[in-house]
């Protein structure tokens, strides 16, 4: 995905997402990211120094983030370890699996909804279509 296909105000913050990761992102996923960013940026301009670090870690996360099909795929296998574990009452290894899982879920912070809601406004009926069978993938993960 290149900078072109987005609005201009966005496109450098496009260039803060690691190549290998832009490489793999569709484009209405690098959009929802970028706006993302862009408004945490924002965000973090108002709050207090304290709270406005915690937001540009988490804007800079939000660019280094892996795509999200790929965040799903590891997310459903961290769960079939915790199915496994469970299963052979493995406290130990289940306790290992959980902080697998925090950790993913701390390095790939979550995009509100309200986002998906805006990268969509810009998507084509293709990113669309692919935009909604990742939802309903993840509503069924949840």
């Known amino acids: 995905m290149s900078r072109e296909h987005l609005p201009a105000q966005l496109a450098e913050l496009a260039l803060q997402v690691p190549p290998e990761i832009r490489a793999e992102l569709p484009r209405w996923e690098l ?57 052979a009452e493995d406290h130990d290894e289940a306790g290992r699996v959980f902080a697998r899982l925090h950790r993913l879920q701390r390095e790939n912070p979550e995009i509100p909804a309200a986002v998906w809601t805006a990268a969509g406004f810009t998507a084509t009926a293709d990113e669309l279509t692919a935009m909604n069978k990742l939802a309903i993938r993840v509503l069924r993960a949840r």
């Open 31 to 87: 959009v929802a990211r970028v706006y993302y960013v862009q408004s945490l940026h924002e965000r973090a301009e108002w709050e207090p120094p304290e709270v406005a670090g915690q937001t540009r870690v988490t804007a800079s996360r939000v660019l280094t983030s892996m795509p999200l099909e790929r965040y799903l795929d590891a997310v459903k296998g961290l769960g079939d370890e915790m199915a496994a574990a469970s299963a």
